[in-house]
């Protein structure tokens, strides 16, 4: 087998792998799943540090029973996800106690309904590394480089079959 042959398989396989990611990502969003990065072993080991978790924010907060995994938000930026272990009901108020299941304790304050963002689906472990690092300056110019290297290895090949023609072309004229 050539290289141009090679070439054109691996510039083919790159974009089809492209090609497929992105359409995952558009489907996850278009059915409402929103990604996570997991930054700690609370949930070891359902979700391992460093994973992608995928969370369905359609859900009817008020209904959620214990034993469920929800991820919600803390305070600010801050979102955790915990497992229900108390549904508590105060003054015809739902609640939820929730602890990380590698945890010794219980959440230190109760969750409300409000709080509460959506219920995982899935995960993909170790992506989060990846996109932790992406999103530093130094990873940024990593993307990048392996970017320019994609096209580059998408473009190889027609680039090499035109000077090939070229070659040919002047042979041909050379003889004539």
Same mark, same amino acid.
């Given at each position: 087998m050539g290289v141009k042959k090679i070439l054109n398989a691996v510039s083919t396989a790159v974009v089809v792998i492209v090609a497929v990611v992105v359409l995952g990502l558009v489907a996850m969003r278009l059915?409402?799943?929103?990604?996570y990065v997991v930054l700690s072993g609370s949930m070891e080991p359902?979700?391992? %540090?460093?994973?992608? !978790?995928? $969370?369905?924010?359609?859900?009817? =907060?008020?209904?959620l029973e214990e034993g469920q995994i929800i991820t919600f938000r803390l305070t600010?930026?801050?979102i955790a %996800?915990?497992?229900? !272990?108390? $549904?508590?009901?105060?003054?015809? =108020?739902?609640r939820y106690r929730t602890k990380g299941?590698?945890?010794?304790?219980?959440?230190g304050s109760l969750v409300?309904?409000?709080?509460? !963002?959506?219920?995982?689906?899935?995960s993909i472990p170790y992506l989060g590394f990846a996109l932790t690092y992406i999103q530093s300056a130094q990873g940024r110019y990593a993307a990048i480089a392996?970017?320019?290297?994609?096209?580059?290895?998408?473009?190889?090949?027609s680039l090499?079959?035109?000077?090939?023609?070229?070659?040919?072309?002047?042979?041909?004229?050379?003889?004539?």
């Open positions: 059915m409402g799943l929103q990604g359902v979700y391992h %540090t460093g994973s992608v !978790i995928y $969370v369905q924010s359609k859900v009817d =907060a008020s209904a600010g930026d801050t %996800t915990h497992r229900i !272990i108390e $549904v508590v009901e105060e003054n015809g =108020a739902v299941d590698a945890n010794e304790v219980a959440d409300d309904p409000a709080q509460v !963002i959506g219920t995982p689906k899935f392996v970017g320019a290297l994609l096209l580059l290895i998408v473009f190889l090949p090499i079959s035109e000077k090939g023609n070229d070659k040919k072309s002047k042979t041909k004229e050379e003889q004539t």
